[in-house]
């Protein structure tokens, strides 16, 4: 009770003092809370594993049989274990692993990577992969990128739209301060497509294959060492990539009956676009995505005001 009593004899007997305390604690957690990093995912260790295995050539029930079951049987004894599940599709195994969240993560690698050596698998399967999801991979942003009007309708309109995201808006955003990379998914990418006409090259008997190798050894861009004159050494490299469809067309492949066979002699050069592999949309039509991922330490909420 005496206690209490001479706590309370001194604040009132100390006001100013007391008043400074309160006054120092508000200008300090002022200034602090405006330096308190912000961030959509805070760092957290995740205790999951995923492991990967790579079976080129394999069907989904072929990994499933040789390489997602046995690996299954000798990880599903490690300590600690929650959860175990897998995915097993054409060429790919993935076994997912989950811990408790008081599982000490560096012991569960070691002990996966341990009972991994015990495992048995094809010889054409691949070394076994340990991946770690870490949420701060994710993008902080999500942009689209979409156009009216004629200019952007049709395949033409998503090369447009493609050549827009990668050039300009891209290169735009990779120098904020904040940004570690920008990625550019959806649309067309461009692509030089050259189409051989099988007739043709039966009669000049020339291979498909000498052709994918005459092309890749004139479209080169090489070092080729240093030249030393006096005290400056200057850097040489061999510059010999195509600039052009002409350039492509008036390759000579071979000779035939003493004459130079080119690319135009046997097939076509043309522009074209890369196989898709994604379709975005906004609005119900199609876009491009733009991607933006940011530094480690990097405040992610002055992040996006400085991209928008």
């Known amino acids: 009770m005496s206690s209490d009593n001479d ?5 009132t007997r100390r006001p100013v003092a007391i008043l400074m305390v309160f006054l120092a604690a508000v200008v300090f957690g002022y200034f602090s809370y405006g330096r308190l990093p912000v961030t959509l995912m805070p760092e957290l260790s995740y205790p999951t594993l995923t492991v990967r295995t790579e079976y080129p050539g394999a069907a989904p029930e072929e990994v499933e049989n040789d390489i997602t079951r046995p690996v299954e049987e000798a990880l599903g004894v490690i ?3 929650h959860r175990i599940w897998s995915v097993s599709r054409a060429d790919v195994s ?3 692993l989950e811990f408790s969240w008081d599982t000490e993560m560096s012991d569960a690698v070691q002990d996966t990577l341990e009972k991994l050596d015990l495992v048995f698998l094809p010889d054409e399967a691949e070394r076994p992969l340990i991946l ?3 949420p701060s991979l994710d993008p902080v942003l999500e942009l689209s990128l979409s156009g009216e009007g004629e200019q952007f309708e049709g395949e033409e309109g998503l090369r447009r739209l493609r050549r827009i995201a990668e050039l300009q808006v891209k290169r735009s955003l990779e120098p904020v301060k904040g940004v570690a990379a920008v990625r550019v998914r959806g649309g067309l990418e461009e692509e030089i497509h050259v189409m051989l006409d099988e007739e043709q ?3 000049t008997n020339i291979s498909a294959q000498e052709v994918i190798d005459r092309l890749a050894q004139e479209n080169i861009n090489l070092a080729g060492g240093t ?3 006096g005290r400056t050494e200057y850097l040489v490299r061999t510059m010999n990539e195509f600039e052009d469809l002409q350039q492509i067309e008036e390759t000579v492949i071979a000779s035939f009956e003493g004459r130079d066979v080119r690319i135009r002699d046997v097939g076509r050069v043309a522009y074209s676009n890369k196989d898709r592999e994604i379709i975005t949309r906004t609005d119900g039509g199609e876009s491009v995505q733009i991607e933006v991922f940011k530094e480690g330490d990097a405040n992610i909420v002055n992040l996006a005001k400085r991209v928008k």
């Open 79 to 81: 300590g600690g274990l």
């Open 132 to 134: 770690r999801f870490d």
């Open 94 to 96: 993935d076994v997912v």
């Open 201 to 203: 090259l039966r009669r």
């Open 227 to 229: 030249i030393k004159d």
């Open 7 to 11: 706590s309370a004899s001194f604040v």
